[in-house]
């Protein structure tokens, strides 16, 4: 009886203890009180982020610092952190778990946090890391704003940072201590970190020439990016790269030191995380140029065949600029009709002046009989003094102007979508990519379902991604993914007929097939067998799926622009632009040709003639004054494609995305077009003139 009243009576002390115990933050400082006695306490600084109220949880206290949580034992030990996607606003352990919750701008993300482990505090919920670099790079800054003469006390303060381990390590080998060094850098190796973490951390040990280290730190980046959802099959942006460590810039900065060896150990690094980055096609020839200058033939082609493998799946299998160099094929295509569409009604207008001229001088002349006869001078324009086949040639190229600038206006609107932030970070899902995903207006449908699917499955809601994919009915993408979720509910039956399913719709996709043990040989099948191996493969859209998601195909704009004509002004929500007038003036235009169309023909061939005018124009502009026939149009087109192929030599206009007219070999091709047109049009006029003295001979004859 005494000892079990002695044994209550310690549990109270120690209750009281602990009641009295309690963490206090003030300011920029955390203290941990025993009464009125300071503990311990920690200084944060300024630079390092908002603080949130400290939560005391299992004996350890939890604060959050940007977007970090730490947990600090009852000594004021480090225990662990946790690297979060956004700034840390609130710390709740009510429910008897801890529950974390980030914002940034306008999302909140929530989590759950672990019991620290290795100096980690695992989450529970997939972290998904927005391209910023202040949140990536919080680690780095952190450690690099410790003055060098603090580093060593910092570094024991947080010992799960590896830049102010990797410092110390630094500072120890100076000193001519290798054995401390090497520690740190074993240290540093040792912990859970995120990939962007991994690599920048890579960068900093291949800079200090610890280059073993820093091949196992980038090993380490792409499992933890692997685990995270980060998929080669998916691009990165410039910007997205940049927050994950940048990689290129360093091998940049590698190939400029001519640090071969090196740059191949982060150049396959790229080549199996990431190897659709924004620049990649570059920087990959960069390498090849510079292994074939050392006489490394086989290499430096491998690696150009493998940039070329990277052009599948994207518009007309063009590569990563796809939509400029459609945007610049839809521009030259523009100026040529244009100047097609010009040189024939400069032509027709010359042949019908005169009898035009003839006509409405009873109607008060050409200018006053627009008003005072507006019907009869409509009746009276120049292309009614034109035969039906002519006119039919004249709308033919209206059209065809129309649809060059439509799909110019295609290849700008889904290149801005392709470009979006959330498309290009590697992977889907995440309450960044949510926040940004809704501004891009998805067009509904298959791909838009895919998209939304994938978003659910990589999250880990089954239920949400099976329905998306049951909206992208036979989608073969959709079908093997929902073959994912019925092995992941080890229903293997049914998952097999889902992936032949998918493989029938599809048989060039790789995911099926390498669900079904086809093992084919692609990059993404690759890093599925090493990072994720025994996980079946998903399957993500490539840019033409994509591209259909956020845009839809060339119809769709047209048939957008001809059911709110107006919009292409700024009259909806778009800004007014060039272009946008352009397509409203060309569709009113070809509105106009195409009623001209059913006029009857105001005066006869005879009574035309062949003006002095006509004729100057018809040799000047080749194949303007043979519209009459298929040829002409032929031969007008050829004509108008040379002269906008050399226009760029003007300075006016520039092609960026096609072969320049500066090289010899294209002005040297394009000039020889221009000249044989006007060699063609030249014969063809002369035979013409011959028919036609011919025929007046024969006139002549009959009536003498």
Known sequence: M??????????????????????????????????????????????????????????????GVGPVVYALASDGQMVGRADLPGTVSSLDSSGGVLRVSTQEEDYTERFTLGAPENLALPVQERVVFPPDPAVTGWLAAAADRVP??????????????????LRAAQL?????????????????????????????????????????????????????????????????????????GNPSNYVGILLDQGRLGRAETWMNHLRELSPRFEGASALYLRYAALLEAQGRVGEAEE???????????????????????????????ALALLLALLAALLTLLA??????????????GRVRSVWRRPLTRAR???????????????????????????????????????????LNIGTYGGGWYDARLGDLNLRPGPDAAL?????????????????????????????????????????????????????????????????????????????????????????????????????????????????????????GDAPPTRLGAALLASLLGLGVLCLLLLVPRAAAETRLGRPAAYRLLALLL????????????????TWALALAGLSPLTGLVRFAELPSPASPAVRGALISVLVLSYAVNLLAVLLVEASALAQRRQERREQG
Do not use: M
């Open 148 to 165: 060098a003469a603090e580093v060593p006390q910092a570094a024991r303060q947080d010992p799960a940072n590896p830049f102010l381990l």
């Open 351 to 364: 042949r019908a002046w005169r009898a035009q001229g003839e006509d409405t001088r009873a109607h008060g």
């Open 622 to 637: 080749p194949g303007s004054s043979l519209l009459g026939g298929a040829w002409g149009g032929v031969l007008l087109l």
């Open 451 to 571: 998209l939304t699917g994938l978003n659910a499955q990589l999250s880990g809601d089954g239920t949400a991604a099976r329905a998306a994919y049951l909206q992208a009915g036979d989608d073969a993408c959709a079908l093997n993914n929902l073959g994912v979720i019925a092995q992941g509910r080890d229903d293997a039956a049914q998952a097999r007929d889902l992936y032949r399913s998918a493989l029938a719709t599809q048989p060039d996709l790789a995911a099926p097939a390498y669900n079904l043990g086809l093992n084919p040989t692609e990059p993404g099948t690759l890093f599925q067998q090493t990072y994720r191996r025994g996980e079946p493969r998903l399957c993500y859209p490539d840019r033409r799926i994509l591209a259909r998601a956020v845009s839809g195909d060339l119809s769709a704009t047209l048939a957008g622009d001809l059911r709110r004509p107006l919009d292409l002004i700024g009259a």
């Open 303 to 333: 690696w150009r065949q493998f940039t070329r493998s990277l052009r599948e799946g994207s518009l007309y299998n063009l590569g990563p600029d796809d939509t400029l160099v459609i945007r610049d094929v839809a521009r030259l295509a």
């Open 2 to 63: 005494r000892r079990l009243l002695g044994a209550l009576a310690c549990a109270a002390l120690a209750a009281g203890a602990s009641a009295r115990a309690d963490a206090i933050l003030d300011g920029r400082s955390l203290r941990f009180e025993d009464g009125e006695r300071v503990v311990w306490q920690r200084d944060f600084a300024p630079e390092l982020g908002p603080l949130t109220a400290p939560v005391t949880f299992g004996g350890d206290v939890y604060v």
């Open 172 to 244: 120890a080998g100076d000193s001519g201590d290798s054995y401390a060094a090497l520690s740190g850098v074993r240290r540093a190796l040792g912990l859970t970190l995120p990939f962007p973490v991994w690599t920048q951390l890579a960068a900093r040990l291949d800079a200090a020439g610890f280059s073993a280290a820093a091949t196992l730190a980038l090993d380490r980046a792409r499992r933890d990016a692997a685990a995270r959802g980060l998929d080669p099959a998916l691009p990165v942006s410039r910007a997205a790269l940049s927050a994950y």
């Open 380 to 422: 009276l324009s120049f292309l009614s003094y034109a035969s039906f086949g002519e006119r039919l040639v004249v709308a033919l190229l209206g059209t065809a102007l129309l649809t060059a600038l439509g799909g110019w206006q295609w290849a700008n609107q889904t290149g801005q979508g392709l470009s979006a932030p959330a």
